[in-house]
């Protein structure tokens, strides 16, 4: 089992993290109450332990009261705004279950599992029991396969129409994980219903087949497909899909190491330990897949840590539209766990190299080593630049939050991905995007 990386804590260190206190937010919701063990007693302990959850909006100078009311307006905007130009969630009647609304990527014209378990996440954080409850009727309803004889069964087609009709029905494994933590976070927040509203037994179910399905070899729309799990058992790491001609690949962005210690602490007791070992191996592969320079990762990658150029896009070997998230996943791994120092010097580099650039009109899009690409200066980058801030220490890291902060809520032809990106950085550097666990929660060793 891979050992924890333990630092040790100064006296001075120990005085700035109480200094620190007075700019988080306490979690509304039950954490697990002691850092876990792997790290010392003198280790800096992250939110989930302390319930203090950073607030970097209050650092930056902003008043709380604009806080709230700067989420709440986005979360209108995006979820109940105009549907021309506005809104990215969409109601779409009902059936027997109830009440049933999708996300929708305007630019891309589908519905994507990324999408929905974004807006499934969005509304667990903010007590938003309705569209959780809409959005997640509708993933069931239209993307989920059910199918024991088909190579997807067990998982959620990434791409639909909006009519329910498959694009693809192979799976994004992103949209598992946030299906599955966002329904461990419903089950604690409002308890479990009944059928598709018992939230525990469809996350279990879930957390299952990523981990353990079998190969399943049938027909699909692409013909004739071999599909396994999600997770490689030798390399405990995240798949970049389950279709068996690619699945010894991966992608930096859906690794999510701050979502795998909760699945060590409230998941079948049985594969805990395998979670565990996860999220080091998650964090190593941040340290390796990072540009030494400017810590950009590259949108695909091999298992080892190094970029790949798939066949039919050979440009996922640079700093893309996937990209963009990886700093967001170990930041909030470090602000929830704070076991990765490493992860601080990362965010570092990588605010250095877009402070260097320009902050008002750096690109979107660049080589790992810094050449860029274009793309423009976009909303979803400046979201996730601003969440690197929860691992960052450089003063530079306000400048960030402050870029965020400026930045209207999305709207027009790119408002899905800008605006959830952007809604889901409001809540992180507010401190209201929290891990949602039992009082009691095993501490995962």
């Known amino acids: 089992m891979t050992a924890r990386l333990r630092t040790a804590r100064s006296t001075g260190m120990l005085l700035l993290a109480l200094l620190a206190a007075a700019c988080t937010r306490t979690g509304a919701g039950p954490a697990a109450p002691a850092a876990t063990p792997a790290a010392s007693a003198t280790a800096p302990a992250g939110a989930v332990a302390t319930g203090a959850y950073p607030d970097l909006f209050a650092e930056a100078g902003y008043a709380r009261a604009e806080v709230e009311a700067k989420i709440q307006a986005a979360f209108q905007q995006l979820f109940h705004g105009d549907q021309a130009q506005q809104a990215v969630y969409y109601e779409d ?139 490689d058992h030798d390399a405990k790491m995240v798949r970049f899909t389950p279709d068996l001609a690619n699945a010894a690949h991966t992608d930096a962005s859906y690794h999510l190491p701050a979502f795998y210690e909760v699945w060590a602490r409230v998941g079948p007791q049985a594969d805990r330990a395998f979670w565990r070992e996860a999220a080091q191996v998650s964090r190593d592969y941040f340290a390796k897949a990072a540009h030494p320079q400017t810590a950009l990762t590259p949108d695909y990658g091999n298992f080892d840590g190094t970029p790949w150029a798939a066949p039919w896009r050979p440009e996922s070997a640079d700093f893309r539209y996937d990209a963009w998230r990886s700093a967001m996943n170990w930041s909030v791994d470090w602000s929830w766990w704070a076991l990765d120092p490493r992860q601080v010097a990362m965010s570092n580099r990588l605010q250095a190299f877009f402070e260097a650039q320009g902050m008002a009109d750096y690109q979107s899009l660049y080589t790992l080593d810094g050449k860029p690409l274009g793309g423009g200066q976009t909303t979803g980058l400046v979201a996730t630049n601003a969440v690197a801030s929860l691992a960052a220490d450089h003063p530079r890291r306000l400048a960030f939050v402050r870029a965020l902060w400026e930045q209207p809520v999305p709207s027009g032809q790119h408002r899905y991905y800008d605006g959830m990106l952007y809604l889901m950085a409001l809540l992180h550097c507010s401190g209201d995007f929290r891990a949602w666990l039992p009082e009691h929660a095993d501490d995962g060793n």
């Open 93 to 231: 009647g009902s059936n027997e279950h109830g009440p049933l609304a999708y996300i929708h990527d305007v630019n891309s014209g589908d519905v994507r599992s990324e999408g929905m378990s974004y807006g499934m996440m969005i509304a667990v954080q903010l007590d938003r029991k309705a569209e959780f409850d809409a959005i997640w009727n509708w993933a069931v309803t239209h993307m989920y396969q059910d199918d024991p004889a088909h190579p997807a069964y067990g998982y959620f087609a990434w791409s639909v129409r909006t009519d329910g009709v498959p694009i693809d029905e192979m799976p994004a494994p992103d949209g598992e994980e946030y299906f599955i933590t966002a329904l461990y976070f419903a089950a604690q927040r409002w308890g479990d219903g009944e059928g598709r509203y018992d939230y525990r037994a469809h996350a279990e179910r879930l957390l299952a087949d990523v981990l353990h399905r079998q190969p399943i070899t049938g027909k699909t729309a692409r013909g004739q497909m071999t599909a396994v799990n999600l997770f």
